[in-house]
């Protein structure tokens, strides 16, 4: 049991110092590199990844349809908007939306956080355990993209570990990593698509407020 913490332990110190690295990788090889990294984790780790159940379609697909009603929502609240408006944006944006969300940020962070990492921590800590461990990394894992966002730091830890751990939730609950990873994709595209609406609406309004 000992030797299984170490591991899960060791692997969640991997995960945050290669958050601190992988941006300062190219650019444009953002997306192959994360989601190969990713990838390459749970394939090592043997990760039950259930991509052909159909349960992750199932579960996964409401709750992205949710995430993006509550994000139309959110959006509709002034200090949302104020938020949004003042993000730092990467340069890019088809690209960003199309590769790099989905593959440098979600299929990637779904295959090492909630499959290589879920899986050894919870091998290793109990299902409850595991989840603190994974939630926790994942959290932490985002201070690097929080400093260069201009975000806060603390709330985005733990916006993304309360995330993280409703992301495990729904693996374990399908059995797939469909499910999270389309819950992911809906919560990163709206936001983004959101904050580029308002800064392209704000940019070009001739009398801002």
Sequence with gaps: ???????????????????????????RWHPVTHAAFGIALAALTRTPVGLKRW?????????AVSVVLGAAVATALPRVREEMVDRNLPDGTLYWLTLGIPFGTVVSEEAAYRGALGTVAADAFGPVGGRLVQATTFGLS???????????VVPTVLATGLAGWVFDWLYERSGSLLAPMLAHLAINESGAIAALVLQRARDADPNPA
């Excluded at 985002?142 to 806060?152: C, F, L």
């Design 142 to 152: 985002h201070i690097a993209d929080a400093r260069r966002t201009g975000e806060a």
């Design 1 to 27: 049991m000992l030797v299984k913490r170490i591991r899960a332990l060791s692997l969640a110190a991997i995960l945050v110092a290669w958050s601190l690295v992988s941006p300062r990788l190219p650019s």
């Design 55 to 63: 349960s992750g379609l199932r579960i996964g697909l409401p709750a």
